[in-house]
């Protein structure tokens, strides 16, 4: 038994974190927040070069062949900005998929270029039904002249207006996981993609109008497609409980300094009991989230069957970030609504991501069903 | 990361021998749910008996020192025990030893060495039972303002006087490890002190308080305590351990313990049976466990149950790794109670009013949940009630005073 981070793991740990004090320190992170695309030209060519892009990526396809712990330990960092851009999007889940899903020369003609950065994925899945089980996924494509064509919408995908190719998750038949994975150029006639406005980060719609995909667009083999999206899934959430506990210790620490230097009635209001709760039960989220995560980052890295590890780390991270952004403004009270306090950054992140990929009702019930009750 | 120890070929056959001989020691009665107090006694002896039978191989307290009687194992070989004691539904101690846990790591840490060499075997041995006296009936959660019970030097001894309250569980002890006031006019923290005496001595009387829990030797919670009087009870100098008005430094050692700061690494015993019953048992024709309300229940229980055990995981790894800790005791301590009691309602929720009655006919089996119902509010107070787990959290978070507080010393204690 060893909780501890590896050498190299704090190594990366240090990297990341100055890299990110240097180069997006709030006002930076603030700054980012109306942008439409959630891509920074400078921060995505500077994390190329750091390796992080390709970090789940084996070497064969341009990545650097780190576990999923050591990814997490990047992407804990990320989230303590919380650092926006298609890096979960692009580096992560959709290489994932693409790695799961794809025949060998789809990988290779793919993957490469999401390590250097010059390709941004971004998987679609979910549509206005809202569902994130393969029942949702209602978009089917016409087959015209051996190729697909699209008609429709995809929404809440993540980054869509930053990426230059999508996976396109699509019914092609009957049965309940017939679905197929198609790699749709972002730039193709007929697509159109746009952040949708209001209280959430860079989740966008993406509309299809008489799209022509070729018939080589298709990822690996038809109606195999839940079943690759699932595993790329399985090892994908894990990292964004990661990023999801990286931003609750930031919350944390942020709460914890204001109690200590915020005086009211003449000491600093972290001597008051209700106050000291609100950051009791922040710390409390904060840590579940931790070690839920980092069990199931540990089950999937051994090997070890780590289905319902999964969806119970997503679940406890979704509730404690949202709780813990409750929380801190409970603590903060007005000054933690001012945008340029960067507060609101994270809250807005942990309205998102809570229902991105699945809210916690939805993964406790898979929760339950993994451990065949 | 790794959670889970990696066992060597040594370790798995030690596992072997451990389960061969809990199979061979451990009477299918010992587990039973006692019918009346004369039987509530006889399963105690039963236990005290498998005590002794651990004590002499050295699992009783397993990686205590062995040249004090305990069993010099290292954590690995702890947790092998802890695992096979555990599905056997026991504790190590298998009945309640509150005083003897936390008093001997106490003793190690701050006694001499011919208090420790006098102390310290009976109890690793399993010789003695013992409880702790802490609360008084002016001093529960402000446990530096105990002053009720008091001692008074006299000649080569003390003489102590006062009562206690919550204290140990049924049956009665062998030894008692009590805090008493030393020096009434003294400075707050600097006028306690510690005494580990025996239970027998004239002049001690104990009275059993009637309480909502049930259970009378769960292992490390009790449903039944006693209130103890002292009437001018003299004892030797020598069951003073750390020093006269040093006992608050004593304590923390004891505190950080009883917190939660050791960890814990067992199973969750109420969600397994939980689960189980749920399985079996049908409402209108379904399983409760397929119907998606009780579900949605189970797997909210499961998942806090989960997150108590990584808690306890992180805790027993930060203790004998030897890390830094910090809020994490008390920490832990908060979850399992704020928990338990959260649970009630919830398996209330999910089983209905089938976890209220101990009926054998229309009860859960045994009443284990009844038990729950009872027990998951009684553990709110004991070893601080969940609002001074938080003010302990804060304070070593750094938040609650000006200097921020450290947690309590427990290396050389496990």
């Known amino acids: ?373 | 990361m790794d959670f889970e120890v990696t066992y060597t070929e040594e370790q798995q056959r030690f596992r072997r021998e451990v389960r061969a001989w809990l199979e061979a020691n451990v009477a299918p009665s010992m587990l039973r749910t006692p019918t009346s107090a004369e039987d509530n006694y006889r399963r105690y002896l039963e236990l005290r008996d498998l005590g002794r039978k651990l004590g002499a191989k050295g699992w009783l307290y397993p990686t205590a020192p062995a040249k004090y009687g305990g069993g010099g194992l290292d954590v690995d070989h702890a947790i092998i025990l802890e695992e096979e004691v555990d599905r056997f539904d026991l504790s190590l101690p298998p009945y309640y030893d509150s005083g003897g846990r936390l008093g001997s790591a106490s003793i190690l840490v701050w006694g001499t060495e011919e208090q420790r060499q006098a102390f310290l075997p009976p109890i690793y041995c399993g010789e003695v039972r013992t409880w702790q006296l802490l609360t008084e009936p002016g001093a529960g959660s402000d446990l530096a303002g105990v002053r009720m019970t008091t001692a008074v030097r006299d000649g080569d001894g003390y003489v102590i006087r006062g009562q206690k309250i919550f204290v140990g569980s049924d049956n009665g002890t062998d030894r008692i490890w009590m805090i008493v006031n030393t020096d009434p006019k003294g400075k707050r923290h600097e006028n306690l002190s510690w005494f580990m005496i025996d239970a027998s001595l004239p002049g001690i009387t104990m009275q059993p308080m009637e309480l909502m829990g049930t259970g009378g030797e769960g292992g490390t919670d009790s449903g039944v305590k006693q209130t103890v009087f002292f009437d001018d009870v003299r004892v030797p100098a020598f069951a003073l351990v750390g020093g006269e008005n040093k006992g608050w430094t004593v304590a923390t050692t004891h505190l950080e313990l009883e917190h939660g700061g050791g960890g814990r690494i067992g199973r969750n015993r109420v969600w397994d049976r939980l689960l189980r019953y749920c399985q079996e048992t049908k409402r209108d024709g379904v399983p409760l466990s397929q119907q998606q309300d009780v579900r949605d229940s189970l797997a909210d229980i499961y998942i806090k149950t989960e997150v108590q055990r990584l808690f306890g995981l992180r805790n027993f790894y930060l203790t004998y790794a030897r890390k830094p800790k910090s809020y994490e005791g008390p920490q832990l301590s908060y979850y399992r109670k704020t928990t338990g009691l959260w649970m009630t309602g919830a398996i209330l929720e999910a089983v209905g009013p089938a976890a209220l009655t101990t009926d054998p006919a229309w009860g859960a089996p045994s009443g284990f949940l009844e038990t729950q119902q009872r027990n998951g509010i009684v553990s709110v107070h004991p070893g601080g009630t969940t609002d001074i787990q938080r003010v302990q959290m804060a304070r070593r978070i750094g938040i609650g005073r000006s200097t921020r507080e450290k947690a309590g010393t427990v290396h050389g204690a496990e």
Request: proline share 5%.
């Open chain 1, 1 to 373: 038994m060893d909780l501890s981070l590896t050498e190299s793991q704090e190594m990366l740990r240090t990297t990341a974190r100055s890299f990110m004090q240097r180069e997006t320190p709030v006002d930076v992170v603030v700054g980012l927040q109306k942008a439409e695309s959630s891509l920074e030209r400078d921060l995505w060519a500077k994390a190329a070069r750091l390796g992080w892009l390709g970090i789940v990526l084996p070497a064969e396809y341009g990545g650097s062949g780190d576990s999923l712990s050591d990814a997490a330990v990047l992407y804990e960092e990320l989230g303590r900005g919380p650092l926006p851009g298609p890096f979960f999007s692009s580096g992560v889940l959709g290489a994932l998929t693409v790695l799961e899903a794809g025949t060998d020369e789809q990988r290779r003609r793919i993957l490469p270029g999401v390590a250097t950065g010059e390709t941004v994925l971004t998987v679609a899945i979910t549509e206005p039904n809202t569902s994130w089980g393969p029942g949702g996924i209602t978009l089917a494509p016409q087959g015209r002249n051996g190729s697909f064509v699209l008609n429709g919408t995809k929404l809440f995908v993540s980054d869509a207006t930053s990426a230059t190719d999508l996976i396109v998750a699509v019914r092609t038949g009957d049965g309940p996981t017939d679905v197929s994975l198609l790699h749709v150029d972002a730039k193709a006639r007929g697509v159109s993609t746009r952040r949708l406005p209001g209280f959430l980060s860079w989740q966008c719609e993406v509309s299809f109008d008489n799209v022509q995909v070729p018939a080589t667009s298709l990822l690996g083999e038809a109606q195999r497609g839940w079943a690759a999206l699932s595993r790329a899934l399985e090892r994908a959430i894990p990292i964004l409980c990661a990023y999801i506990v990286g931003g609750c210790q930031a919350v944390y620490e942020k709460s914890v300094l204001y109690t200590q230097t915020r005086v009211q009635f003449g000491v600093p209001i972290g001597r008051f009991q209700r106050v000291q709760d609100h950051v009791v039960r922040l710390v409390n989220h904060l840590d579940s989230a931790r070690w839920a995560t980092w069990e199931a980052l540990w089950k999937l890295d051994t090997g070890r069957p780590a289905t319902a590890s999964v969806h119970m780390a997503k679940a406890v991270a979704s509730e404690a970030y949202l709780d813990v952004c409750n929380a801190a403004h409970e603590v903060h009270a007005g000054m933690g609504v001012l945008i340029e306090y960067g507060l609101p950054a994270h809250t807005q992140m942990s309205r998102t991501l809570f229902h991105y990929l699945g809210d916690p009702r939805w993964h406790k019930r898979r929760m339950a069903d993994a451990l065949e009750w």
